[in-house]
């Protein structure tokens, strides 16, 4: 529960795929619209889905993922992961999914909080201008513990 | 918190290896013997879960997975998957495990409700009859946003 | 909530990965710098995380992980999980934190409680002895299940 006694959902994005960027997305903004509040947190390679430089090129990766039914010798080969990428990117056009950036910005819109790690930033030298302007602040681990009292909390 | 008062667990199953679909079967499996409601969400490559064609092929990799003590390039040689699949699918055996198939049936006689994301069978083109009877229903993010309310939602 | 009425938090770790054991410690570490009840379950791969011979030897992998902005082809090269493992070192000693046998010293002195899953010892042919000494208990799923009554749960 949130302060006003509103459902709360705090989501851990931690990872920089294409396939583990949307689902977080798609969660947040179905909570959204179920009128739930919603808090996200990007940390370690989920930085890359609020970082201007790499949000727009996200990429799938059939290495190490069986799912893609594939095998790995293949998976290796220069030009696969290229596919896999612009396979799934047409899929997710095809189900009127917006880009990344829009995606940040529609749930940014809808009152979603976006915050992103200062740890995971000093690795990887990453400054508040690297990123998304729909972040609102960059906050150490102890205030995401604060923030996300009383909330279901997600780990992708 | 169910509508009944009763704990809840909602487990976001994404990933269709098999050294992550056990784990939320088993935590499935555990909660019910403990008496909570449960409600299992198969999105993305965890629908491989509950796909009638896939769910009892699962693999194990090695590739990208440290954790397995083989060199990336030895991982990647035509036959290492399966080696790896193989050994772990032998260990489960020996833990009295049973197969996918069986261990979803388990979990829904048990009272576990089994739902697939829809959007994520759009993207993959299945249909409901592509996935196991044990399913109850396919359902949108929304809905799954709805139905794990008051939930410890756990994302594998 | 615990039987004090304490915020908790369960965090599962399950990944024996560098960059997959950080954030699990980190927040538990910060949880309990603001009086939150913590455990931590490790299972499956995550056992690599308490496990004496693995746990100080963890590594990052470039393999699969388009994050880290390498080709697939050439995360496969012999020395390059090792570059990937020692770059990320580097930068974790950087930001003062500790290695992972003081780390989970440092959480169990907080008062965190450590614990590892029975069904992924067995699996993995693991006995008691072969963990950290700072590991509580050995328990089963069920087992987990009481114990995070009310917490707030992170499956890593």
């Known amino acids: 529960m949130s302060e006003s006694g509103n459902r709360k959902l705090a989501i851990i994005c931690s990872k920089g795929t294409l396939d583990m960027a949307y689902p977080g997305l798609v969660l947040a903004n179905a909570a959204l619209m179920e009128g739930i509040d919603v808090m996200m947190f990007f940390t370690f390679w989920g930085l890359d889905i609020v970082n201007k430089k790499t949000m727009n090129h996200l990429k799938a990766t059939p290495v190490g993922n069986p799912a893609m039914h594939m095998p790995n010798i293949v998976g290796v080969l220069p030009g696969m992961t290229d596919m896999a990428t612009s396979m799934m990117r047409k899929e997710i056009e095809k189900l009127d999914f917006p880009p990344i950036d829009e995606f940040l910005e529609m749930i940014h819109d809808a009152g979603g909080e976006l915050y992103s ?40």
């Open 117 to 156: 790690c200062r740890m995971a930033m000093d690795m990887m030298k990453l400054e508040k201008e690297d990123l998304s302007e729909n972040v609102d602040e960059v906050i150490g681990a102890m205030e995401f513990m604060e923030k996300s009292e009383g909330a279901q909390i997600i780990f992708i």
